[in-house]
């Protein structure tokens, strides 16, 4: 089974739009792959959605109850990878580091990601780094 990282900005865009790619991908967590993260990603979940500016836009889909929830539901479906190695190989972005550690140490396959630092990777240590609309594609073409 496809092993997958799903970046934070893949795991926030999933609580704000519902029925998007993030949120597709999720969906088929458990059937088509095996969702991964780590401590690192699950806190910068909650930093990220406890933003100001995030609460402000997007009030009615990012409420306590949402995140609890949808954090609970990580924790439940996720296997929470325990990261020990240390990753400089993102310098634009030492945030990107763990996400990387994460899929090195959790022998993920794919980064699924947003993040144009991770992108311009293409490819860290056989583990290739993905759009969701890429991930989908793979999902799609696998049986």
């Known amino acids: 089974m496809i092993r997958a990282i799903l970046d934070t900005n893949v795991l926030v865009s999933a609580v704000i739009k519902k029925g998007g790619k993030p949120y597709q991908i999720i969906s088929q967590a458990l059937t088509r792959f095996e969702w991964l993260t780590c401590a690192f990603i699950l806190h910068e979940l909650v ?45 634009a972005d030492s945030k990107d580091n763990p996400v990387l550690a994460c899929a090195k140490d959790g022998l993920a396959n794919y980064v699924v990601t947003g993040d144009p630092h991770l992108l311009s990777l293409d490819v860290f240590e056989g583990i290739k780094i993905v759009t969701p609309a890429q991930f989908l594609e793979i999902l799609g073409g696998e049986s």
């Open 47 to 91: 930093e990220v959605l406890g933003r100001k500016h995030i609460q402000t836009k997007y009030r009615s889909r990012v409420t306590p109850k949402r995140c609890d929830r949808f954090l609970e539901m990580a924790r439940t479906i996720a296997t929470v990878v325990e990261v020990k190695t240390d990753v400089p190989a993102v310098a």
